[in-house]
């Protein structure tokens, strides 16, 4: 079965660094670009950040540019989001999707979801 498992969340304080981890099975996902999205309590799903797996072209909202960056290890099948100088509005689950579309920012566009890790942030 297809499987996407985040992990890598939890507690920090505002200025603050984690590293989120997608682990996929299940399928090759080397014509998917992956994901990152983000949802807080009463706030719609939001973008993160997405890379290809073909050429690693990276996109990001705009508010994290500068301080997250995706990457992937492809001997892993996986993909990390590194968050550096985290802010309080971070906090939220964060979500690792597949989606064979080219309009990554949107995500109706995704096919897999993982189950989400948390990260709060604190001030």
């Known amino acids: 079965q297809v499987q996407l498992v985040e992990s890598g969340g939890g507690l920090v304080q505002a200025g603050g660094s984690l590293t989120l981890s997608c682990a996929t099975s299940?399928?090759?996902?080397?014509?998917?670009?992956m994901g990152w999205f983000r949802q807080a309590p009463g706030k719609e799903r939001e973008f993160v950040s997405a890379?290809?797996?073909?050429?690693?072209?990276?996109l990001y909202r705009d508010s994290v540019k500068g301080r997250f960056t995706i990457t992937r290890v492809n001997a892993k099948n996986t993909v990390y989001l590194q968050m550096n100088s985290l802010k309080s509005e971070d906090t939220a689950i964060y979500y690792c999707?597949?989606?064979?579309?080219?309009?990554?920012?949107?995500?109706?566009?995704?096919?897999?979801w993982g189950q989400g890790t948390q990260v709060t942030v604190s001030s």
């Open positions: 999707a597949a989606t064979p579309s080219g309009w990554v920012r949107n995500p109706v566009e995704y096919n897999y």
């Open positions: 890379i290809t797996w073909s050429d690693g072209t990276t």
């Open positions: 299940g399928r090759t996902f080397s014509r998917y670009a």
